[in-house]
């Protein structure tokens, strides 16, 4: 009989439904259960696509012994941490804080006002390398609840007490200057893997916010060291196990430093931060392979992330079948010599294992491999190869598929409207520019209410309960700029000043000008989350910063620029100590050390001379760079005011920092306006 968790619209909660363990989600009811029962609770939290809940849930929360334990002595809370990010941080820095180190399944144990008293990630359901089981776990666990409440107690109050003297320092109240940001550049070169790109050591993760910093920081100085950093991790990403190799799109990390194995779970923010990435680096560059990476990328996202509504789902398992009823990592992705040669032939399959890197011991298990592009050099057949790519992909086709998540993210969808939008402009690819409006348009129709307030999540065209957290304001933001940019459209413009609003009023502390994770009306847990550095995404503190400043660009609105320069302090503290977890906000301070230029391109939309400039002002590497595109008569954008055709031509005027440019109507000119 299905528990509590069958009227949840996360799918993570939804694969608990049929747990024999009393599930309940996160609410008011299950606490208040906890205090009329007595019982502590028990709070797991993890994600559809994460490979380790997978196997906690069917050792554990599937096992009838183990939940007739947990269901007669405990409250048990699953929470969705893509649902709910906000939960998440708060008991994940007390967890970090307790043990050194945090991760998914968390598991923590709670008074029923929701005070943590112990902490764990993974649970095995036998000792297992000096980690106890999860049953001697909730024994000992239920014993201290039992017969010492009063020392559990202490120890919960005074976790909840170290939580509260962890308020983020500000740092600094000035803007971070050319001396920072070069020190963070110094910072990440000493971090960097020269052998293999990267920075540190394995695990390794696509650094593509840090990739962003390096791009602007050389468009702007001219630094060549930075840009080669830039375009060498991302060729040895993009040749890496990470990339998948048939079908375009990133794995969420690489096991190894090689980028040889990736843990297999796609996630929409890696695609879409790391398809923006790539553009721009074509961008800079004119990079064949970053072309490449950048529409593969797109055309992964729209083919096998989009939902019936147009948004975006949030990501595919790790895990699939391996066709024998087994549930297996890697198994829809990985091939041996011998699955090569049933479906391609000898020969082909030769060439194919040669080109891709397929060996008979194996890079991955049981004498698999995951594809890759090992060979710089020498010459292949490229209609050979594209023919065994093909063929290669149909096979892989048959192969049961892994899990989608369908749940659709405000926050991920916002940056994968960004980047659609960009690599859909600069590639005279409308298709995307039209699936980016699509997701845009879901997102202000669906998640939006009438007081411009964002809902976290959506699911088959069902909104769910819980508020935008500020990432979801920031990020929703920086993809509707992104959006008025190339179409010239103002409406976006005009959703995203509602959204940032909000982030004035209701994410930002009055006095100090530091930014909370969530609003100041939000559900009150522990303590308030507060996080600025960037990890998997741009932290909402980062990304409201970038979104805030672009705002103010396109309209001169002097509150939206002194927010985004005070948020900005806080790059000032940490990118010269921490830069690769800060990269989006170190982006940013480039942006705002350039200018950033507002360029303004006006004439009739479908004058070939107007397109050309606008396409010019697009491809400008000029840090954080606004467009606005339209007719001389319009008024959709701010920056088009009492712009004229200068003899009757398409114009374009460039400006920063209270400064313009004289009006150009010569491509050439404006591009060498927006160089450096």
């Known amino acids: 009989m299905p528990n509590r968790l069958a009227h949840e619209t996360s799918p993570y909660l939804l694969q608990h439904a049929d747990n024999p363990v009393d599930w309940w989600p996160w609410s008011a009811d299950a606490f208040e259960e906890a205090r009329k029962s007595g019982k502590p609770v028990l709070l797991s939290v993890g994600y559809s696509s994460c490979h380790w809940c997978h196997v906690m849930a069917h050792e554990s929360f599937e096992d009838q012994e183990t939940a007739d334990y947990l269901n007669a002595h405990f409250v048990s809370v699953k929470v969705d941490r893509e649902e709910r990010p906000d939960v998440d941080a708060v008991y994940m820095e007390a967890v970090q804080a307790a043990t050194g180190q945090g991760g998914w399944p968390m598991t923590v144990f709670l008074t029923p006002d929701a005070e943590p008293f112990y902490f764990g990630t993974y649970f095995p359901p036998a000792p297992r390398q000096g980690s106890p089981s999860f049953r001697q776990v909730l024994e000992g666990v239920h014993s201290a609840w039992t017969d010492r409440r009063d020392e559990v107690a202490e120890v919960a109050e005074k976790i909840v007490r170290d939580l509260a003297g962890r308020e983020i320092a500000f740092g600094d109240t000035q803007v971070p200057g050319e001396e920072d940001l070069a020190g963070a550049l110094l910072g990440l070169t000493r971090d960097y893997d020269a052998g293999h790109g990267g920075f540190g050591g394995a695990p390794k993760f696509p650094p593509s916010m840090a990739i962003e910093f390096l791009l602007r920081h050389h468009a702007r100085t001219g630094a060549e060291g ?36 990736p843990h297999f779970e796609k996630m929409l923010y890696d695609n879409a931060l790391l398809c923006r990435v790539y553009a721009h680096l074509w961008r800079s560059t004119g990079s064949d392979l970053a072309r490449r990476v950048a529409l593969e990328t797109a055309d992964f996202m729209v083919r096998e992330l989009r939902t019936n509504e147009g948004g975006f789902a949030s990501a595919l398992d790790a895990d699939s079948d391996d066709g024998t009823g087994k549930h297996v990592e890697g198994a829809y992705y990985v091939w041996t010599p011998a699955q090569l040669r049933e479906v391609l032939g000898e020969q082909d399959a030769e060439l194919a294992a040669d080109y891709f890197g397929v060996t008979e011991e194996g890079t991955f298990e049981e004498g698999a491999s995951v594809l890759q592009l090992p060979q710089s050099e020498g010459v292949f057949d490229a209609e050979r190869i594209a023919s065994i790519r093909a063929r290669l992909l149909e096979a892989r086709g048959e192969r049961p598929a892994p899990g989608r998540d369908d749940k659709v993210v405000a926050a991920w969808n916002g940056l994968a409207v960004a980047a659609l939008a960009e690599t859909g402009a600069y590639f005279d690819r409308p298709d995307l520019i039209e699936a980016a409006l699509g997701a845009a348009d879901l997102l202000v129709r669906l998640h939006l209410d009438e007081h411009a307030r964002l809902a976290r ?90 979104a805030l400043l672009s705002y103010a660009a396109q309209t001169g ?30 982006a940013t301070a480039e942006a705002l050390l350039d200018g950033p230029r507002e360029v303004a391109v006006v004439g009739p939309v479908d004058d070939p001379a107007t397109k050309e400039l606008h396409r010019a002002a697009l491809l400008a590497t000029a840090p954080g760079a606004v467009v606005a595109v339209g007719a001389p008569d319009s008024d959709e954008l701010p920056l088009l005011a009492e712009r004229l055709l200068v003899s009757g031509e398409p114009t374009a005027y460039v400006c920063r920092n209270f400064t313009c440019d004289a009006p150009t109507t010569d491509v050439d000119r404006l591009r060498e306006a927006l160089g450096r």
């Open 457 to 546: 999540t959506s699911k088959d065209g069902r909104v769910g309960a819980n508020a935008g957290v500020l990432e979801d304001y920031a990020d929703v933001s920086e993809g509707l700029l992104a959006l008025a940019s190339v179409t010239g459209e103002g409406v976006w413009l005009e959703f995203a000043g509602f959204l940032l609003d909000h982030v004035l009023v209701q994410f930002t502390d009055e006095e100090s000008g530091t930014l909370y994770d969530t609003a100041a009306d939000a559900e009150k847990l522990i303590r308030r989350p507060q996080d600025p550095t960037d990890n998997a995404t741009p932290s909402g503190w980062s990304a409201a910063a970038g």
């Open 226 to 261: 930075a840009l080669q950093m830039a375009a060498d991790t991302c060729e040895r990403m993009a040749r890496g196990g990470i990339y998948d190799q048939l079908a375009g799109g990133f794995a969420r990390y690489s096991v190894d430093r090689e980028w040889v194995v």
């Open 557 to 586: 609105a002097e509150p939206h620029r002194a927010a985004a320069e005070r948020a900005l302090g806080v790059v000032k503290a940490l990118g010269p100590r921490a830069p690769r977890f800060i990269g989006w906000g170190l």
